[in-house]
């Protein structure tokens, strides 16, 4: 039985496997919505739990942290509304999909441990975690799109998470925030920038 189906050549076979990575670079860059949503969301309640805790000495500054429920559901309903405007799915964009949900899933297991654990010695340098976390993500999605930034940023979180397993809780806080700033808010302002600098 005959097919109609063409047998790729190694070179258009490359040129389809860029076109994906180009088209999943657009879509991610277009917007940058998650790197920057979440980025500045992070940083921000980094900051404030750290003022609040050092300098003001609130008892519940760790309260903060109730707005990563609603940062989900922000961008739940960001990413209902996404998916109905794009008709078209590719593999690649699948994939980097399917990574931020297993590290979703990675962070929200994280969160559970530490409820479990956190009154003892195991869950003093919860941070640490996080920021590997952060490192991997970034460190993937980056060498997916082959997008140095991101990769730079990855690594980056990689040193920052050893370092970070030497200070308290406090200083921890901080290392996060740069964590999220090398990782999340200026690869993902810089991958905008490149992208609306090629569309024009």
Known sequence: ???????????????????????????????????????????????????????????????VWWLMPVGGIISAVYGSKRSKQTHVKTFIGDAISFLWIGLCLGFGALIIIGGLISKGPGWQTPFTYYILLYGIGTFVCGSILRFRPLIIGGVINYVLAVVSVKLNFDYQLL?????ILTSYIIPGHLLRMKYQHQKK
Request: proline content about 3%; hydrophobic content about 45%; aromatic content about 20%.
């Open 175 to 179: 290392i996060a925030a740069l964590a």
């Open 1 to 63: 039985m005959e097919t109609n189906e063409k047998e790729l050549t190694p070179s258009e076979s490359l040129a389809l496997i860029r076109g994906m990575i180009d088209k999943t670079k657009g879509e991610v860059a277009d917007d940058s919505f998650y790197f920057l949503f979440w980025g500045w969301l992070v940083f921000s309640c980094c900051l404030v739990e750290f003022f609040l805790k050092v300098y003001i000495k609130y008892p519940g500054h760790y309260f």
